[in-house]
């Protein structure tokens, strides 16, 4: 009869990868840091490091990220889970992505611990990363375009006040691909969105008018199973 080595089952690592995408300057961002040890040292990756053994898992991920780059009250969600047994080269390390939506107007980044530089990188020019970190990337960002589609969290990447075009150029970046300026604000208009008197300020084109999202409203005629983006 065959035997099983329980030790064999307690042998791996946990580890946990922070995804703080931004919006800024037409393009959805990641935050990224330089790290400055080995394994992958001077490589840019995803915020992240191991769980201590008597730690819960959303603490671990506060703690990483307050440590590596200084965010604190970032309110993170489970994302996936990576376990391949060599995206490690030290050992068997699981790793669980979280991720946040910011407005970076709003937060401050600073680079501590073994974390040598840290930066807003668009999320699609990002080169190779640490590990599998692309693919930990690349993963979450389709899990965020996918609930862009059917929540209305992307007020949350926005700034409070913004122009319709900088809403039209989140969607554009986050599909891949442009839409059209009369039919993008026409599929809006059932969107309790408020617009402000006051105009853009330090622009060198015509400033636009400013515009925030009144959660406080029902989303109008919308489908019930449909924010607005369903593709």
Same mark, same amino acid.
């Given at each position: 009869?065959y ?8 042998? =791996?690592?946990f ?8 919006f ?12 400055s040890?080995?394994?992958?040292k001077?490589?840019w ?10 730690e819960?898992?959303p ?5 990483i990220?307050?440590?590596?780059t200084?965010l604190? %009250? ?9 376990g =391949?047994? =060599?995206?490690?080269?030290?050992g ?6 979280y991720y946040a ?10 680079a501590?611990?073994?974390a040598?530089?840290v ?6 020019e990002v080169?190779?990363?640490a590990?599998?970190? %692309?693919e930990i990337?690349?993963a979450?960002?389709?899990?965020l375009?996918k609930?862009l589609s059917?929540?209305p ?7 409070e006040?913004f122009t319709?075009?900088?809403?039209q150029q989140l ?9 059209d300026k009369a039919?993008?604000r026409?599929k ?10 006051e105009?853009q300020t %330090?622009?060198?084109?015509r ?13 109008g005629?919308?489908?019930e %199973?449909?924010w607005?983006f369903?593709?």
């Open positions: 009869m035997k099983i080595d329980f030790s064999d089952f307690f042998t =791996s690592a580890s946990v990868d922070c995804l703080i995408f931004g800024t300057e037409g393009k959805i961002k990641t935050l990224l840091i330089k790290r040890i080995d394994p992958y001077d490589y990756a995803i915020p992240g490091d191991l769980v201590y053994p008597d819960d898992l603490f671990a991920a506060e703690r990220l307050c440590e590596l200084g604190t %009250n970032v309110q993170m969600h489970q994302a996936h889970t990576f =391949s047994p =060599s995206r490690h080269p030290q068997r390390v699981i790793t669980i992505a939506l910011v407005r970076i107007e709003e937060v401050s980044i600073k501590s611990s073994w040598d530089e930066r807003w990188e668009p999320v699609l080169g190779d990363l590990f599998d970190h %692309n990337l690349e979450t960002f389709d899990r375009n609930q059917i929540e969290i992307c007020f949350e990447l926005l700034a006040k319709l075009s900088e809403f969607f554009e970046y986050s599909k891949g691909i442009p839409f039919n993008f026409k809006i208009k059932g969107i309790p969105l408020v617009k402000h008197t105009k %330090n622009v060198k084109h400033p636009a008018n400013l515009f925030s999202f009144n959660a406080s409203e029902e989303l005629r919308l489908d %199973n449909e607005f369903k593709m």
